[in-house]
């Protein structure tokens, strides 16, 4: 299973989530936001 974060840079200060709401803010106060696909390193047996 594979889960998106998004992140980008305001300031010297980097942000990272994986609430899309809060992605959707950031990109209409007009910063890159830049989305990735992560695997969890959980391992369940």
């Known amino acids: 299973m594979t889960q998106l974060i998004w992140h980008w840079t305001k300031g010297n200060s ?5 609430k899309k709401d809060v992605a959707e803010k ?8 830049i989305v ?6 959980i391992i369940k047996y």
């Open 26 to 33: 950031a990109i209409k106060e007009g910063l890159t936001v």
């Open 14 to 18: 980097k942000f990272f989530t994986k």
């Open 36 to 41: 990735k696909k992560i695997k969890p390193n």
